[in-house]
């Protein structure tokens, strides 16, 4: 079979980089995932209710006997999810695809339930239970919240996190051991002000964080105001346990990319002051193509552009906010995610 077959199957506009990489990594004699192993996660994230997907996936366990190019696919993204190394699964964030084959995604999540319970053992129980819950509610949020059956390969890339024990939950926020991947050196000078560079400029002053360096990712649970209060205590919490989880963190740096640090926030906004204090934190950075406002429609709208129903128009404006960035949108104008840093001696 071949790689375009693959492509074709998943509904994918493009080839990822990871599947040529690894496609001659799997073999067909492997299973996806069993019946024992599906009833095991189904019972261990309390997913027992969701009776009509649990059959749909067993469906597509007895489908993957028949077409070996939909198991091919789906062992591929399985390998890219939990045997490569580093972070290339990140790549799946911007895989493009209409419509998303979202029930690949959410069998191959709920396929490594095992690996995942054996990493769960040297947690608290705190962190234990937001691991659990993170990888019910990323299943949840597909079948209920997008209404697709399954999700998308963006929330698989979060359920990833979990199992490969990246994220981590102190107080309000979750941290993630990551990479500094965005295009910019930050540089200290004599004086103590901070700089930002493009990645290809010659450096004299003292570099705080360049592409490739560890950081830590901050990413905002969906449950809750953002108060200030508990933003400054999260962090608090999070530098004293950081390295607890993370050893090889050496310098704490936060990056944060998210839609809620969007430069044109301020156009938005009215009474509620709590997302720009957020923003105050950091050092904001310039938007670059990543920067697509997927996430204002994910976590504002709760919706994903990639749904076949989805139209600017049916957005709901039941909101200040959604309202603005909506009337925003109807005037042809688009939006964007924005990026910061937090730099621990800030704090």
């Known amino acids: 079979m071949s790689i375009e077959e693959i492509q074709n199957v998943l509904n994918l506009k493009a080839i990822p980089k990871t599947f040529i990489k690894y496609e001659n990594a799997v073999s067909l004699k492997k299973s996806v995932i069993t019946k024992k192993e599906l009833d ?15 059959q749909h996936c067993l469906n597509l366990i007895e489908e993957f006997k028949t077409n070996k190019v939909l198991k091919k696919a789906a062992l591929l993204i399985k390998y890219i999810s939990f045997e490569t190394k580093d972070d290339e699964f990140l790549e799946m964030e911007y895989w493009k695809a209409k419509p998303v084959r979202a029930d690949i995604s959410a069998l191959v999540l709920l396929s490594a339930v095992k690996t995942h319970k054996k990493a769960l053992k040297g947690l608290d129980k705190k962190q234990k239970e937001h691991q659990i819950i993170g990888i019910k509610e990323t299943i949840l949020r597909g ?7 399954g999700i998308s390969y963006g929330s698989l890339a979060w359920g990833i ?20 991947r965005d ?8 004086k ?18 360049k592409p490739g360096d560890i950081c ?11 108060e200030p209060k508990m933003v400054d205590e999260s962090l608090s919490l999070a530098k004293k346990n950081i390295k607890k989880y993370f050893p090889n963190t050496s310098k704490i740096i936060y990056r944060c990319h998210s839609w809620l640090l969007s430069l044109q926030m301020e156009l938005f906004l009215t009474k509620d002051r709590h997302i720009m204090y957020f923003q105050s934190l950091f050092l904001l950075l310039p938007p670059n193509d990543e920067d697509t406002g997927d996430d204002f429609f994910r976590f504002l709208f709760n919706t994903q552009k990639t749904n076949l129903d989805f139209s600017i128009e049916s957005l709901p404006e039941d909101t200040s906010l959604r309202k603005n960035v909506k009337k925003y949108l109807l005037e042809g104008k688009s939006v964007q995610e924005g990026r910061g840093l937090i730099f621990d001696e800030d704090e």
């Open 40 to 54: 095991e996660a189904f019972k261990f994230y309390n997913l027992e209710d969701e009776e009509s997907f649990y």
């Open 143 to 149: 079948l209920h919240l997008y209404k697709i059956n």
């Open 161 to 180: 996190r979990f199992v490969r024990q990246l994220l981590m939950k102190f107080g309000r926020l979750q941290f993630e051991y990551s990479y500094y």
């Open 183 to 190: 295009p910019f050196v930050i540089v200290k000078d004599k």
């Open 192 to 209: 103590g002000n901070k700089k930002v560079l493009g990645n290809n400029k010659k450096v004299k002053d003292e570099v705080l964080i």
């Open 216 to 226: 830590i990712n901050i990413h905002i649970d969906r449950h809750g105001r953002l």
